[in-house]
């Protein structure tokens, strides 16, 4: 008879056993089919990021545009170097906001910043003949700051800093794939496709769709309220904010994007007009 004690002899005795320790095993999950979905070795994203640097360069910059304020994102832990992200998106600053730069320790005092302003000096009234930039992460700084500009997005980061962090991630998961299946239940026969992953999970607070007539869809949507944004060469991009959007202003934004394509709204020469800012 097999018990357990059987199989813990055979572990005991197993010569493959210690292969185990190096790979990244999550909690309470059992893998049996084979690793189709299973664990990768702990050295894997080490690895990854070695040869992203070796095949593109010495550093990897992250663009958090559509990350900040939607998901959790560990740039030390992913060993990142340089991110820049947005702050009139998820973190809600409002048109113009501030972005943000991050740069890993291990390179502050090393990273040139082009833009040399005086607050980014390590003495600016000492008025030197040369430009010395200051220590750590301040020699990113330039000018004079855009103060209302940062009392606007801090207002707005704050909001975010209230809210309950697993609130944070789980209402866009949900939006997201609200969204998604609205639009092929109301609109899918007039064509859009999702370019999104189909798995939520892998997705932040932003969901796409391809069509071919897609700017002049969005065009016809924002002249009806509802503001989208348009991708080359054929992608709808909507980003759900989860601070303010609700559940229905979904069913009301699809209700006119049914009407956009049932209608053909779009097919009207102001709306193939190109815009600077699509
Ligand atoms: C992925 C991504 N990166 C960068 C940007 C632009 O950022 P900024 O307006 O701060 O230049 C956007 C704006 O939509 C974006 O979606």
Not at 187 to 213: M, Y
Request: negative net charge; aromatic residues 8%.
């Amino acid at each position: 008879m097999i018990t357990s004690e059987t199989l813990s002899a055979l572990d005991r005795e197993d010569s493959l056993g210690s292969f185990r320790e190096q790979f990244e095993l999550p909690e309470g999950v059992i893998y049996l089919d084979g690793n189709s979905l299973g664990p990768l070795p702990r050295r894997t994203l080490t690895r990854l990021i070695d040869v992203t640097r070796e095949e593109w360069g010495q550093s990897l910059l992250w663009d958090l545009a559509h990350s900040a304020g939607a998901m959790p994102v560990d740039l030390n832990g992913a060993h990142a170097d340089f991110a820049v992200g947005c702050g009139y998106k998820y973190l809600n600053g409002g048109p113009g906001a501030p972005a943000f730069l991050f740069v890993a320790a291990r390179h502050q005092d090393a990273a040139h910043q082009p833009l040399s302003g005086w607050m980014g000096h390590a003495a600016p009234f000492d008025f030197e003949q040369c430009y010395r930039p200051a220590e750590g992460i301040t020699r990113h700084l330039a000018g004079t700051p855009a103060i209302l500009a940062l009392v606007a997005l801090e207002e707005g980061v704050d909001r975010y800093l209230e809210a309950d962090a697993e609130d944070l991630r789980r209402k866009p998961i949900l939006m997201t794939e609200c969204f998604a299946a609205l639009v092929a239940q109301e609109c899918g026969d007039h064509g859009p496709t999702l370019a999104s992953p189909a798995d939520a999970g892998n997705r932040g607070s932003q969901v796409c769709f391809r069509h071919e007539e897609g700017y002049a869809i969005i065009q016809a949507l924002i002249a009806r309220g509802v503001v989208g944004d348009f991708r080359t060469p054929d992608i709808l991009r909507f980003g759900l904010a989860p601070l303010y959007l609700r559940y229905q202003d979904l069913w009301s934004a699809v209700t006119h994007l049914r009407h956009v394509m049932d209608k053909r709204e779009w097919d009207n020469p102001d709306f193939r007009i190109k815009a600077a800012v699509t």
